[in-house]
């Protein structure tokens, strides 16, 4: 089983749309919790931190689920600019990536 | 401040040769982590360095794979009798503990 799964999409919705993403992960014990996004042919760069209270940035909204060992990402009225591959990341000892969820916004 | 780099940006090569790649990190980053990242694909762990501590080495594919780290600075990767599949971007990243990782810009790497 992989420390970190997401559902790889593509995810397509129109400029507007709200859509959120789940990860999961194995390892009860992780300590810190992050979104990355990735555009084609770049380095991924952070998004957010993933706070246990939840926490929101702009449009943004990340939430941790101790219990359930998911989180989410939560992005409200998309734009265009939000294409990209979202990478959910945990770290217990060292990073675990997943292997991302790509988002298609189109007009 | 200055961030993660990488050189070269670019390294095309034959078969069978060998190859270095190289990072210098966020100065006084104690974590340094390679990755590899086929096209189309996710990031694929390959090695781990933290402070002085022995490195992670558990996702380098072969034997033919091995990176150094001098203390907490430059670390290079070097590929030996390099294949075609070893074809990707290298990505290096450094982070001072529990915290957010810092990408360099990768290496992308091309056997001919």
């Known amino acids: 089983r992989k420390e970190v799964e997401q559902d790889p999409g593509p995810f397509n919705v129109p400029e507007g749309a709200t859509v959120a993403f789940n990860c999961t992960y194995s390892n009860s014990a992780s300590q810190s919790f992050f979104w990355y996004r990735q555009d084609c042919r770049k380095e991924p760069k952070l998004l957010m931190s993933v706070y246990s209270s939840g926490n929101e940035d702009g449009r943004f909204t990340a939430q941790l689920n101790r219990a359930s060992q998911y989180i989410s990402l939560l992005i409200r009225d998309s734009k265009l600019s939000d294409s990209a591959t979202y990478l959910c990341v945990v770290n217990f000892n060292k990073f675990y990536f997943g292997s991302g969820t790509k988002l298609n916004v189109k007009p | 401040g200055a961030g993660v780099s990488q050189s070269p940006s670019n390294k095309v090569t034959e078969k069978g040769k060998d190859v270095e790649l190289r990072c210098d990190p966020i100065s006084g980053h104690t974590a340094l982590y390679w990755y590899r990242q086929r096209l189309g694909q996710g990031l694929e762990f390959l090695i781990y360095f933290q402070g002085n501590s022995a490195p992670d080495k558990s996702g380098l594919p072969s034997d033919r794979f091995s990176a150094e780290r001098t203390g907490e600075s430059v670390s290079t990767l070097t590929i030996q009798r390099t294949q075609q599949e070893d074809s990707a971007v290298y990505l290096c990243?450094?982070?001072?503990?529990?915290?957010?990782?810092?990408f360099g810009p990768g290496t992308r790497l091309t056997v001919t």
């Open positions: 990243a450094s982070s001072s503990g529990t915290g957010r990782q810092y």
